[in-house]
């Protein structure tokens, strides 16, 4: 399977386990063949021998009550490279409502609003954001997050980790940070970039209160 879903991401695996899935969830057996199909569709990848192959390693595995129901962990850790898996957890355990919960916690941190935070901030940061939404985690939990975090996003090893980033991997319903895609460039242009979203969240704040 390694081979075959190697270029797997959370973000595909989870869109097309919501298209498949039950309210509760679980994806039954008689939907696996129609999931998997998309998955290697998505992947460019053909093989009805191979997709068989498939479909019976992951019962064989997940369906472990033999109730014919499959948990999305249990599928993503069959399926999943390791990195891509820890995000999807991550996004699973951190269901923010809207990118303005969002920036409501990383403007606490990023108080110069240049777009990133340190190691040591993003401890903080992941800390609170669970918190808020009453999500308890191990002193050693939540240092594995952030090493995880710092490992697969700091590319220039500099020690902090990019707004934009963060924004990628958590499950937002609607991520209007998205829009904002920051090239390389100055301080003050990401620091004028950044004032702007800032501003963004402002009125969208208020007008939920009025709301």
């Not at 479909?55 to 891509?84: F, H, I, K, N």
């Not at 108080?111 to 935070?117: E, F, K, P, V």
């Not at 594995?144 to 902090?160: L, W």
Request: some cysteine; overall charge negative; glycine content about 4%.
């Amino acid at each position: 399977m390694e081979s075959v879903f190697r270029g797997l991401s959370a973000a595909v695996f989870l869109d097309t386990w919501t298209q498949f899935s039950q309210d509760d969830g679980l994806l039954e057996l008689r939907s696996l063949d129609e999931f998997l199909r998309c998955l290697m569709k998505t992947l460019k990848t053909r093989g009805v021998s191979e997709q068989q192959v498939l479909r019976e390693t992951l019962v064989s595995r997940c369906d472990v009550t033999g109730d014919g129901r499959l948990q999305m962990e249990q599928v993503a850790a069959a399926l999943l490279p390791e990195q891509e898996n820890f995000l999807l957890l991550f996004r699973r355990e951190t269901p923010l409502d809207n990118s303005v919960e969002f920036m409501r916690i990383w403007r606490c941190y990023d108080t110069d609003s240049s777009g990133y935070i340190s190691a040591a901030e993003l401890k903080s940061f992941l800390r609170d954001l669970l918190h808020q939404h009453n999500r308890q985690i191990t002193a050693a939990k939540l240092e594995e997050y952030t090493d995880m975090m710092m490992k697969m996003f700091d590319k220039n090893q500099d020690g902090r980790l990019d707004l934009n980033d963060l924004a990628r991997i958590l499950a937002l319903k609607e991520n209007f940070l998205l829009k904002f895609e920051m090239e390389a460039c100055s301080h003050e242009d990401r620091r004028r970039d950044f004032e702007k979203i800032f501003a963004h969240y402002d009125v969208v704040s208020v007008n939920e209160i009025r709301g």
